[in-house]
């Protein structure tokens, strides 16, 4: 296995406050890891800090080998790391098309056609709905849009806040089907997570985060049946499951 992302010792906040601190985590190429903690944790800081969009207090953020803490988002994004924030940000007046286009515009135009292919390919939903405005998808097919907008750019780590937030049970399945599938293409992902059920059955491993410091990490199976993470985040029991 080779590693994807090296945390270490990360600390990052806003202004004077570190709210991240000390963080350390490996993150393996193609793995899947969920980021779970209670809100305020600081689990968007971290994932902020990792795409550079915060203030960087200490620490290395080591990724494919190479120092990128202080380099800018853009430069970051540049060497393939992609972050999906929380919240819908597409352009819900064009069509679905149409915000593929403008999830290109950082790529030089011959290879337009050819990354809207490849997204359109991994989700044929895309195609289908081509010339729907993408505010009339439904908020599944909305939260995949957003995840092919970033995809278009071939990230080889995929920084994902809430991804399944707001959506029905159902749409919730079908983002992280869509998860898995995009980790199944090599790609890195770390994604953060009310539905910690849901979230730890698709991961690989888990990092819990408690007042902006690691509590525990581990495989995803041993994250979900240990008993403080049953209590604080699985309503105190859990189903078994077959995954
Ligand atoms: N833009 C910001 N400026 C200042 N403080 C912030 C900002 N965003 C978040 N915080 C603070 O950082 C802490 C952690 O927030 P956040 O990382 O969003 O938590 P989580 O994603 O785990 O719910 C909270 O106390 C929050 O108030
Ligand atoms: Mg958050």
Same mark, same amino acid.
């Not at 950082?106 to 010339?131: D, N, S």
């Not at 049970?169 to 869509?178: A, E, S, Y």
């Not at 985040?233 to 995954?243: K, V």
């Given at each position: 296995?080779?590693?994807?992302?090296?945390?270490?010792?990360?600390?990052?906040?806003?202004?004077?406050?570190? %709210?991240?601190?000390?963080?350390?985590?490996?993150?393996?190429?193609?793995?899947? !890891?969920?980021?779970?903690?209670?809100?305020?944790?600081?689990?968007?800081?971290?994932?902020?800090?990792?795409?550079? !969009?915060?203030?960087?207090?200490?620490?290395?953020?080591?990724?494919?080998?190479?120092?990128?803490?202080?380099?800018?988002?853009?430069?970051?994004?540049?060497?393939?790391?992609?972050?999906?924030?929380?919240?819908?940000?597409?352009?819900?007046? +064009?069509?679905?098309? &149409?915000?593929?286009? +403008?999830?290109?515009?950082?790529?030089?135009?011959?290879?337009?056609?050819?990354?809207?292919?490849?997204?359109?390919?991994?989700?044929? +939903?895309?195609?289908?709905?081509?010339?729907?405005?993408?505010?009339?998808?439904?908020?599944?097919?909305?939260?995949?849009?957003?995840?092919? +907008?970033?995809?278009?750019?071939?990230?080889?780590?995929?920084?994902?806040?809430?991804?399944?937030?707001?959506?029905?049970?159902?749409?919730?399945?079908?983002?992280?089907?869509?998860?898995?599938? %995009?980790?199944?293409?090599?790609?890195?992902?770390?994604?953060?997570?009310?539905?910690?059920?849901?979230?730890?059955? %698709?991961?690989?491993?888990?990092?819990?985060? &408690?007042?902006?410091?690691?509590?525990?990490?581990?495989?995803?199976?041993?994250?979900?049946?240990?008993?403080? %993470?049953?209590?604080?985040?699985?309503?105190?029991?859990?189903?078994?499951?077959?995954?």
């Amino acid at each position: 296995m080779t590693v994807a992302l090296d945390l270490v010792s990360v600390s990052a906040g806003y202004g004077d406050n570190p %709210i991240v601190r000390e963080f350390s985590a490996t993150l393996e190429t193609g793995t899947i !890891t969920t980021l779970i903690g209670g809100n305020g944790a600081g689990k968007s800081t971290l994932l902020r800090a990792i795409y550079g !969009t915060n203030r960087f207090f200490g620490g290395r953020i080591l990724f494919k080998g190479e120092a990128i803490e202080r380099l800018p988002p853009w430069e970051r994004l540049k060497r393939g790391v992609g972050f999906v924030p929380q919240g819908r940000c597409n352009f819900p007046h +064009m069509s679905v098309d &149409e915000n593929l286009k +403008m999830g290109c515009y950082t790529l030089p135009g011959a290879r337009h056609e050819a990354a809207i292919a490849r997204v359109t390919g991994l989700f044929p +939903m895309l195609r289908q709905k081509a010339r729907i405005e993408a505010g009339n998808l439904s908020g599944g097919e909305q939260q995949i849009l957003e995840m092919a +907008m970033v995809l278009l750019l071939e990230p080889s780590l995929l920084l994902l806040d809430e991804p399944s937030l707001g959506l029905s049970p159902r749409m919730q399945g079908d983002v992280f089907t869509t998860v898995q599938q %995009i980790a199944s293409t090599g790609v890195t992902v770390l994604v953060v997570e009310q539905n910690v059920r849901g979230a730890l059955l %698709i991961s690989d491993r888990a990092l819990v985060m &408690e007042q902006g410091r690691k509590f525990m990490e581990g495989p995803a199976t041993e994250v979900r049946t240990d008993p403080r %993470i049953r209590q604080a985040y699985l309503g105190g029991n859990i189903q078994p499951t077959a995954a």
